[in-house]
């Protein structure tokens, strides 16, 4: 069991920064993968960006890449979405889940994989 809170969420102008993170608990934590996801009203839920368990491999959706960073802190069970050059259209819940425990996550796997755990996600709002 993994249990995921988290925090960092706000308002922002746009072309600003935001760094949402997301604390896991469970002791099988660093054998996840680790995903961002949002979901603006009227929307799908989309992925934003993922993280392998070791952190040598991550994944970005098209509309983020070049403004967002994952990361992952496994001695603090800890994984951040630092957010940079933000537009009012990036505003959403954001929410972050956990992949299947032990396996590894990589290119397409990122979102066609299972994820089993979630959070009860931060809202971003970016005004223009």
């Known amino acids: 069991q993994v249990q995921l809170v988290e925090s960092g969420g706000g308002l922002v102008q746009a072309g600003g920064p935001l760094r949402p993170s997301c604390a896991a608990s469970?002791?099988?934590?660093?054998?996840?993968?680790m995903g961002w996801f949002r979901q603006a009203p009227g929307k799908e839920r989309e992925l934003v960006a993922a993280i392998s368990w070791s952190g040598g491999s991550t994944y970005y959706a098209d509309s983020v890449k070049g403004r967002f960073t994952i990361s992952r802190d496994n001695a603090k069970n800890t994984v951040y979405l630092q957010m940079n050059s933000l537009k009012p259209e990036d505003t959403a819940v954001y929410y972050c889940a956990a992949g299947a425990e032990g396996l590894y996550y990589s290119g397409s796997y990122y979102y066609t994989g299972p994820y089993d755990y979630w959070g009860q996600g931060t809202q971003v709002t970016v005004s223009s």
């Open positions: 469970g002791r099988t934590y660093s054998s996840h993968a």
